[in-house]
């Protein structure tokens, strides 16, 4: 591969997100990685090096986002890893995790092999995929994690569907534990969810909808927890949606167990409210919670109970979101606008710009044993150019995923990505005007 010109970013507030350091400096990359990290007014310049003025803006590492769909192979009329990584660098993500639950599933080494191969030939952001935990996600018999984990995979889940059977995440856990392999599962049991389609409550009751109680998520992430404190095993709960489940999270870190957990940016920004006049784009799963649960998440993000923050990308076709809500798809974008909407919290004064950019780059990075997510020497220069303040309305019919059912549609939201750098390469600048 040809080398790549140095580019010295200079002028910039640079926001470190794996030490919380911030003031104002300059990066030098080189041949894919940062070469060079000045603080204060000195540039990091090399020669013949090309030289980006920041102008003041935010230079961080890029977002790695641990749990997006992005369609291939199966779904591409939902996603593809074009379109999916194209949005992607529009929001910032220089890292994304796809999820298992394709067509087939990626519980095969050659599957990983198939992907790897189209990432390199139509991303242009780094795509890393999530192995099933089970094979066909059946929840009956769990996958070779060493033959996957030796392909490429990161870490193991069945996408959207829960491992129901605690046998079978026993012996999950137990063999996964022999390879320190990372378990995510989606917490919520079928069967206590049941018929529901939002949140249950007094709004639910209104709205005459059948609600999803809060015990669908804690009942499967106390099982998981007990499992994992019985067997050693790394766990993530994947996604949280509620004060009680910040406990079980808390309590089980005051243990010393290796328990972490994430929460989806709808959910920490929105809540059983935006549902509205039955508004589809809204239908998530987890649901949005009452605004106490979204306050107690905000809050545990803030204190670090909360690990990390992911997008939930679950692009839908639009005959599956244009029906009754009871009967459209759980599923939203949110893979673009995660860090403008995340920045609400910051504008809020409810945390700090390098506290929420930990959740979003260097503690995800640090669960998959990934380099990025810091800005160090010998880093990866997977970077972005933040304007935090600049002011856009959300247009779906711009959004470079190629569904538009995002929930955030014609929201004002702040913070633009002005330009994203994946090894080195600009991949991303925004369009001018």
Same mark, same amino acid.
């Given at each position: 591969m040809a080398e790549t010109q140095d580019i010295a970013i200079v002028n910039a507030r640079l926001v470190d997100p794996a030490t919380g350091r911030e003031g104002r400096g300059s990066v030098l990359l080189r041949d894919g990685a940062i070469a060079a990290v000045e603080r204060g007014a000195a540039p990091a310049t090399g020669e013949n090096a090309r030289r980006i003025?920041?102008?003041? =803006?935010?230079?961080?590492?890029? =977002?790695?986002?641990?749990?997006?769909?992005?369609? $291939?192979?199966?779904?591409? !009329?939902?996603?593809?890893?074009?379109?999916?990584?194209?949005?992607?660098?529009?929001?910032?993500?220089?890292?994304?995790?796809?999820r298992p639950d394709t067509d087939p599933p990626i519980d095969d080494p050659a599957i990983i092999d198939f992907l790897k191969r189209r990432a390199r030939d139509k991303a242009i952001v780094n795509v890393l995929p999530c192995a099933a935990l089970t094979k066909g996600l059946h929840g009956k018999e769990i996958t $070779?994690?060493?033959?996957? %984990?030796? &392909?490429? &995979?990161? &870490?193991?889940?069945?996408?959207?569907?829960?491992?129901?059977?605690?046998?079978?995440?026993?012996?999950?856990?137990?063999?996964?534990?022999? !390879?320190?392999?990372?378990?995510?599962?989606?917490v919520e049991d079928p069967e206590l969810r049941g018929s529901g389609v939002m949140n249950e409550g007094e709004f639910a009751s209104r709205k005459g909808l059948p609600g999803i109680p809060l015990e669908a998520e804690t009942v499967m992430l106390e099982r998981d927890i007990r499992l994992a404190r019985a067997t050693g095993a790394r766990y993530h709960a994947a996604m949280i949606s509620c004060a009680e489940s910040v406990e079980l999270v808390r309590r089980a870190k005051q243990d010393g167990l290796r328990i972490t957990c994430g929460v989806s940016i709808n959910n920490l920004t929105l809540n059983e409210n935006d549902v509205g006049e039955y508004r589809t784009f809204c239908k998530v799963s987890p649901p949005l919670r009452h605004e106490d649960d979204r306050l107690a998440l905000v809050a545990a993000l803030a204190e670090g109970v909360? +690990?990390?923050?992911?997008?939930?990308?679950?692009?839908? +076709?639009?005959?599956?979101?244009?029906?009754?809500?009871?009967?459209?798809?759980?599923?939203? %974008?949110?893979?673009?606008?995660?860090?403008?909407?995340? @920045?609400?919290?910051?504008?809020?004064?409810?945390?700090? @710009?390098?506290? %929420? %950019?930990?959740? @979003?780059?260097?503690?995800?990075?640090?669960? @998959?044993?990934?380099?990025?997510?810091?800005?160090?020497?010998?880093?990866?220069?997977? =970077?972005?150019?933040?304007?935090?303040? &600049?002011?856009?309305?959300? +247009?779906?019919?711009? =959004?470079?995923?190629?569904?538009?059912?995002?929930?955030?549609? $014609?929201?004002?939201? $702040?913070?633009? /990505?002005?330009?994203?750098?994946?090894?080195?390469? /600009?991949?991303?600048?925004?369009?001018?005007?």
């Open positions: 003025d920041a102008k003041g =803006l935010v230079l961080t590492p890029g =977002l790695v986002d641990l749990r997006a769909f992005l369609g $291939e192979p199966g779904a591409e !009329f939902r996603e593809t890893l074009g379109t999916g990584s194209h949005a992607a660098a529009a929001g910032g993500v220089t890292t994304v995790v796809c $070779e994690f060493g033959l996957l %984990l030796e &392909a490429g &995979a990161v &870490a193991f889940c069945d996408g959207a569907r829960a491992l129901r059977n605690p046998q079978v995440m026993r012996r999950a856990m137990i063999y996964a534990r022999n !390879f320190d392999a990372l378990i995510m599962n989606h909360i +690990d990390v923050v992911v997008s939930d990308h679950d692009p839908q +076709d639009v005959e599956t979101k244009r029906q009754p809500f009871a009967e459209a798809a759980d599923g939203a %974008l949110g893979i673009e606008t995660m860090l403008s909407a995340s @920045l609400r919290l910051v504008q809020a004064g409810q945390i700090g @710009l390098p506290q %929420l %950019l930990a959740a @979003l780059s260097a503690r995800p990075a640090g669960l @998959l044993g990934l380099g990025c997510g810091q800005l160090g020497i010998g880093a990866p220069a997977d =970077l972005i150019l933040l304007d935090p303040e &600049a002011p856009y309305v959300v +247009d779906k019919r711009k =959004l470079k995923s190629r569904a538009k059912n995002s929930p955030f549609d $014609e929201a004002r939201l $702040e913070g633009i /990505v002005q330009t994203t750098f994946v090894g080195g390469r /600009v991949v991303y600048e925004v369009e001018p005007g």
